[in-house]
């Protein structure tokens, strides 16, 4: 997801990258998350408790997802929303880490 950061090369053809990505990367990506899902029956990636794996994946998704100030997240969540599990998962990260973001970014929060 390099393309989406002004710092690396990739940004210059963000939008060609941006294609592969919501049509092949993105869409596997929680398709595997989706399965993990549906295998474990927990509520966070690795169990039932909040873990790493869900800080690892999390912030990424909901950066994209659930920032206003990114342009693309409609696209990015219109493809979420067909992995339902993965879904209310990232709603869930997103919800969890709500507060934090408020009280510790010295930034408007993120979503």
């Keep these: 997801m390099k393309f989406t950061i002004p710092l690396f090369d990739t940004y210059k053809e963000k939008d060609k990258h941006f294609l592969e990505f919501i049509t092949k990367w ?6 595997t998350i989706e399965t993990t899902f549906e295998k474990n ?7 039932n408790e909040i873990t790493l794996a869900d800080f690892a ?6 950066r994209l997802a659930f920032n206003h100030r ?10 979420l929303a067909k992995h339902p599990k993965t879904k209310a998962w990232a709603e869930a990260f997103r919800d969890h880490t709500a507060d934090y973001w408020a009280a510790n970014n010295s930034y408007e929060a993120p979503f």
Excluded: M
């Design 41 to 47: 029956d927990t509520k966070w990636l690795a169990g």
């Design 70 to 79: 990114y342009e693309n997240q409609h696209i990015i969540r219109a493809v």
């Design 57 to 62: 994946i999390g912030c990424h998704l909901v």
């Design 26 to 31: 993105l869409p596997n990506f929680l398709s």
